[in-house]
């Protein structure tokens, strides 16, 4: 089955102790990305990665780092978590970044819900 | 700047009624455009998408109208049941400057369909 696994699904940490969310898609895509979703502010990019090795900042990078060892696996890291960072995070992937219509839908993962004490 | 947005944050309708989601971009050049349902405690899934070379995509009970003198999107549902009742995201498609591209997120309505 086609699908992106994100893990975990919900974590509650504490300020500064450093985690990871992994992602992983099996579609082969491209590109993947990350989203934090806050109530009122939808659904905004984080990082996003148009293939191995090759990743960039989306609007609200500040505090996360990201890597892309391999096609598959997109991971999101908090160095130094802190309670502003309390969000919903989806991770998505795509064939390419975008355009064309009904073959290249971004597939989201079924989110983490993070909580920063 | 660029900007996606929703008139309605909140939209509830009776069951078997149409209904009608709208959304404004601000972005002129934005060639592509998304709408994503998203059920409650689940990601974002790809409804229905649309080019900007054309002004209307249908689907099954879904279509998609795309107006860009005015810079406007909607989603109209057609007889929408119970199992519609979701958040709708619209997006759209935008060039960066590195030379690739990003989807960027209107911030949702809720639409409830009251039975």
């Known amino acids: 089955e086609a699908q992106v696994t994100q893990n975990p699904r919900y974590l509650i940490t504490v300020t500064g102790k450093k985690l990871t969310v992994t992602c992983s898609q099996n579609?082969?895509?491209?590109?993947m990305s990350w989203y934090r979703q806050d109530p009122g502010l939808g659904l905004r990019q984080i990082y996003y990665s148009m293939n191995v090795e090759v990743t960039d900042k989306g609007d609200v990078p500040e505090g996360y780092k990201v890597s892309r060892k391999e096609k598959r696996n997109f991971p999101l890291i908090l160095e130094s978590p802190s309670p502003n960072q309390t969000s919903l995070y989806f991770c998505?992937?795509?064939?390419?970044?975008?355009?064309?219509?009904?073959?290249?839908?971004?597939?989201f993962g079924p989110g983490t819900r993070l909580t920063v004490l | 700047g660029e900007s996606v947005g929703l008139h309605l944050p909140t939209l509830s309708v009776q069951e078997g009624d149409n209904s009608i989601i709208n959304c404004a971009y601000s972005n002129s050049a934005s060639d592509y455009f998304i709408w994503y349902k998203q059920e409650s405690g689940k990601g974002p899934q790809f409804i229905i998408d649309i080019r900007s070379n054309m002004d209307k995509r249908q689907g099954q009970r879904v279509t998609v109208l795309l107006n860009k003198t005015v810079k406007h999107l909607s989603l109209q549902i057609a007889a929408t049941q119970p199992g519609d009742s979701a958040v709708y995201f619209c997006a759209e498609n935008l060039d960066t400057q590195g030379g690739s591209e990003k989807l960027v997120f209107g911030k949702g309505t809720k639409l409830t369909v009251n039975p």
């Open positions: 579609m082969n895509h491209e590109y």
């Open positions: 998505a992937s795509s064939l390419v970044a975008g355009a064309i219509p009904s073959t290249d839908t971004q597939y």
